[in-house]
Structures are given as C-alpha cells and as structure tokens.
C-alpha cells in the first residue's frame, strides 16, 4: 500500500551468488510486488479457466529512510523489521513510536527495541530474511545484518513460503520462515475496479481487459471474484479471450490506473479456450486491481470505474502478517512474545482511542516517509467520493489488530486449530490459485501447520494480557432490502446427500470444506439456496430442498460459529421449480439437484 512509485531499472548490489539462490523467491513470492515477466517466457501459463473454487531491482534497494528520534532503549539488542507503507500497521507504529522503538514506547516497556524500515521490494525482503539466516546458519546467537521480520500479506504466503522457505533451509536447516502474528487487515483498500455492468451482471465482465500488479493480493481479489462467480481468467498475459478476464501486466499498481486513464490498448492474437483462432482484436484497458492511491488516482484522472470487490467484503483475505526466522523466534522467545505484546496493546489503543488514532497516522508518514498525517488517517477509513464522472466510488479502507483479534485470525478463540482456523482458509485458498495457473513454477506450497507458530501469541494471552474483543461482523435479523444488495458472488455447488434426505453422503465432505474457506473469508450475507430435480412431488421436493439449504447452514455454523452466526444467512426452497437443464437424463438431473450460495454486501 506504498505511495511511491516503486522503480525497478536495475539490479541491486546483493551479490551474483545470492542474487541467483533468490531469483525464484522473487519470482514466486506472491506478496505486493512481483518482478513481472518472471512467470513469462517459455513457462507457459495455465489455459484459460474458472479460477479454482477459491472456493478469494531497482537502482537503488528499495528501502524508504525516515527520520526520527534516537531508539529509547538502546542498551537492548536490535530487532529489525521490514514494512510495507499499509495502514493496517498503525497499532505496531503506535506500539514503537516511530522509526526506533521511542522512550517510554510499548515495545521499550516489553523489552523490545525495534527499529521499523520501509522495503517496497519483495525480493529484498527475501534477501534480508536469508542474510541473517546465514548468520545464524554458521552459529550465531544473532544476526548482525540482515531483517529479523517482515511483514506481507496473508493471501500471498502459500507462494512466498514455498518459494523462500527452501532457500534458508540451505542457509540454516532450522532457520526457515514463520508466521508469529498479524498487525491488521486491509478492510477495503484493495480492489477490483470495473464497468458498473460488471458490477450489476458479472458475466459481463468476459472480455474485459484488466490492468495490474499479476499475482499478488489484488490480482487474487479479481481471482476469487471470477472464481466466486464462475468467470473464465485467461493467465496468459499476451492474448485476449472474448469469454474470459484478460491482463495487462503493470510495474507497480500506480500504473495499473495510469493505463486505465490514459486509454492504453492493444493489438492482441485472439483465443477460445487456450487455441488461437487465426483473429486479432483491438482491446483496451477496462478494468484495474489496485490499492490507495491507486483508486484515487483512477476515480480522479478519469473515472467511470466503481469497486466490483474488495476487502471490504473479503474481509480476512489480507491480513498483514509478521513473518520471522524458526531458529531466532526460539531462542530468542521473550522478544517474540514482546513483540506481539507491545504490536496487540498498540493495535487496541489505535482501536480504542482518537488520540492513539492521531498519533499511528502521524508516525506513518514519518517511518514511510510518505503523504501526510492527514491523509493516512483520512484512508484508514472506507471513504466514498464522486469521481470525475460524479460516480461514487468507494476509496481506502484498513483496520488494526489486538489480541482477541489475533486468536480470532489464527483459531486460538474457539480451540480450532491452526489447520482449521480462518487464516488457513485464506492461506489455503490463494494458494491453490497459484498452483492452477503457474503450476511450474509453484507446484504445491507448505503445510499451513508449518509456518505458522501461535505458541508467541499463546504465550502473550498466559501472561495476563488485558481483557479485549475481536473486531467481527455483526448482521441483523432478515430484512426484506437484503435482496437489493449487491451480489458479490454467486455459484451452484454440487453437494451430495443421501436419497430423499437432508443427509450429507460422505463424499461430500470435501465439497463442504471448500465452500466452508470460500466463505468463511468474506464478510457477506450468505443466501443458501436449494433445488431439485423434477423427480416426486413438487411440494415435497421444495421443503427437501429448503432442509438440504438448512442443512449447509448448520454446517458452516458449526465448523465456526464466530465468523457464521445464524442471523448471516438466508434460506429459500426452490425445489424443481429454478432448472438450469432440462430433467431429461441422469446427467442434467445431477445438475439440477444443487444448492446455490449467493453472497451480497453486508
């Protein structure tokens, strides 16, 4: 969520050696910045497809220097953290007190002296991480240099840690990366931008041209949007489908709206399904994915997009997450521990009061180096503004996470688990998206249980951390306008029950789990709609399918009664009477026999 532009000329001055052990860490970390190209050439990408049932070096290093007052608790070793510029980070900022953890700081208070850095680049980051595994890897207690955290999106982890994790294995066999907590979420920054009518009809969206940032957090939410809604996505960057979304690959995000204003189009080899059919079209950009400021700059330079999806209703897709070293985080536990004390009280206070709210806006423009108090408060909020059409159009949008917030994220709440939390949904999810379209190059990714230690947050919660409460959507009794809200997304589900039962049969079992990490994600109103065959009496096959609609709600309602409380949901019975193919065979029967989720905006 950087404001800069982020330039990518030339290399940096990391060593050929180091620099060759990360290219494929830099081509696969699916984080903010790719270096595009990198999945081009003779790799090719995945035929065009129905997103899987998400069913969501430049000339210089890329750091942001800032200036700031000198560290308040100097005599404690350096912990070294690299950040993106994200308003989901307030409450850490907050926690240190700009760029070195400040006198009477939280982080000072719990025996932590941070210093925060900003890194736009992915790979550096990466590069960092592997520096003080090195280290480590030949028998250090600490690292000198190199970064002991950093901080990315959770969407993106699946492929940053099958492309990073293999890299420190070498440096340090016990070094590789884990996640030990989450400063917040983008809650609405990110976003597909497109025609209204994509809005209002998806499937209109087929053909469109979609300028962006490919395969990071924004490219997802188009994913998990087209995956949401059974819309084809044609990966290969160089020809255009007419019955898919197609992509204009961008340096950075602020040239994903640059194209779109300045009405960039190409010539482009026409395709059906992955094979050339001898045509070519003129198509030009209608679509973005990006984040602040990139939505402004869309909405103010030319307007006549509006926000098809984003965090907003994805509303666990995006957690920002702290990402350190197995070996560090173990020996050295009462950092850690501090760490994610100091980031959770600071993330509550942000929550709880204006002034602390003032204060992590004010240290965000120091440590970024970037915009002004003003403005990181004013977007830390959905704001909707007229854009140069007088469309409203929704811009910005972050939020903040304490303690409860945490558990909630990682499953510690309910005793869930980690493997069965919301976080391995998301982790989950996404990562299944890589592997579709670039399985080459990210085959498979991690165990979510691999990289991923709430043992610090555990510990955090032992040691009698304030009393507070996680951040979690809330929705009334069912009132008749929620059938005018708009449709995030809406697909049939095959879901197997027993003969004229509201049974589940056992193979349903993974059908199930699949809607449960394509819902559990967003914060939308869920309408569970069930139909049948014409086989029987119509009335009786209404009320069966209406029992087999209630029967996919208590589900989800069980695996997670905090995220699916009853008052999300929405009911109807539509037994034979909404076919989508004729009740002639034993295929279209099948067919017929589906429960449809409808997802619309809370």
Known sequence: MTTATIHRSGLTSLSKGLLASLLLVAAVGATRHFVPGLFGGTKAPAAPSVPPKAVLPGASSGAVAATTSAPGCPTLPETRMLIWAWNAQQGLLYANGG??????SLMCKHGVNLTLTRQDMVDQMQAELVKCATELGKGADDCATGAHYVAIMGDGAAAFFAALNPQLAKACPDCTAEIIGSAGYSR????????????????????????????????????????????????????????????????????????????????RPVVSHGVRTGKTAHVCVNGVV?????DVNVAQGRGGLVSI????????????VVIGLHRW?????????????????????????????????????????????????????????????GLLVELGGSSVNNLAD????????????????????????????????????????????SVVDTSYLEAVAAAGAPAVVAEVPTYTTQDPEDATKQVVGRKSWQINFQPASATFRPDAAPVLDELYEQTVVTRTIVEINGHTDADGDAEQNRELSRRRALAVRD?????????????RFRIMGFGEDSPVAANDTAANKARNRRVEIVMRSR
């Open 406 to 449: 945490n558990q909630h994220l990682f499953g510690l709440a309910d005793g869930s688990g980690i493997d069965r939390s919301i976080f391995a949904a998301t982790y989950n999810v996404f990562g299944k998206i890589v592997v579709h379209y670039y399985p080459t190059l990210v085959p498979s990714y991690p165990d979510v249980k």
């Open 555 to 567: 589900f989800l309602i069980k695996r997670a009664p905090t995220s699916f409380t009853e008052s």
């Open 188 to 267: 609405g920054e990110d976003k597909l931008l497109g025609l209204p009518a994509w809005r209002d009809d998806p499937a209109s969206a087929a053909g469109g041209l979609i300028a962006g940032y490919l395969r990071d957090g924004d490219w997802n939410i188009a994913m998990k949007w087209a995956g949401d809604n059974g819309l084809c996505n044609n990966a290969d960057e160089t020809t255009y489908d007419p019955g898919c979304l197609n992509w204009v690959g961008t340096p950075d995000y602020l040239d994903a709206g640059a194209k779109y204003i300045a009405g960039y189009c190409e010539d």
């Open 99 to 104: 760029v070195h953890a400040a006198a009477n």
């Open 290 to 294: 990006t984040w602040t400021p990139g």
């Open 329 to 389: 985080n173990h020996t050295h536990r009462p950092t850690v521990v501090g760490l994610l004390s100091a980031m959770t009280e600071g993330g509550e206070e942000v929550k709880q009061h204006p002034a602390a709210s003032d204060r992590a806006a004010e240290l965000s423009a120091i440590v970024y180096n970037e915009k002004d108090a003003a403005y990181w408060k004013k977007y830390f909020q959905v704001v909707s503004e007229r854009d140069a059409t």
């Open 309 to 320: 999806a984003s965090t907003k209703d994805y509303i666990y897709q995006m957690p920002n």
